[in-house]
């Protein structure tokens, strides 16, 4: 059974930076595609990002290219965002899933962990 536990969220100021972390287990990490997606409170998910399992072809929203950064760690089986140049409208709870996502394709509930909360304000 697949396994989350996300990390780094908490409040920073429009600009600042975060990176969160996703320590995964219960699957052979490197084989899958992994994706950030977002929830904002009274909104549905929306999906952030995704890598392919060898690291390759990151992709991106719209609403965070340029400012976010996906990577990831085989050994550690963990899966890492970086985020720069902080805005409100990036305020949510941030999940990590064991599913490639698109614009058109935000991967499931069920593929993702618990969460952890950014909040950008000032």
């Known amino acids: 059974q697949s396994h989350f536990v996300e990390s780094g969220g908490g409040l920073v100021q429009p600009g600042g930076s975060l990176t969160l972390s996703c320590a995964a287990s219960g699957f052979t990490f490197s084989l899958y595609s992994m994706s950030w997606v977002r929830q904002a409170p009274g909104k549905g998910p929306e999906w952030v990002s995704s890598i392919k399992g060898n690291g390759g072809l990151p992709t991106y929203a719209d609403t965070v290219k340029d400012r976010f950064t996906i990577s990831r760690d085989n050994a550690k089986n963990t899966l890492y965002l970086q985020m720069n140049s902080l805005k409100p409208e990036d305020t949510a709870r941030y999940y990590c899933?064991?599913?490639?996502?698109?614009?058109?394709?935000?991967?499931?509930?069920?593929?993702r962990g618990q969460g952890t909360q950014v909040t950008v304000s000032s």
């Open positions: 899933s064991n599913e490639g996502g698109s614009p058109y394709y935000t991967p499931p509930h069920n593929t």
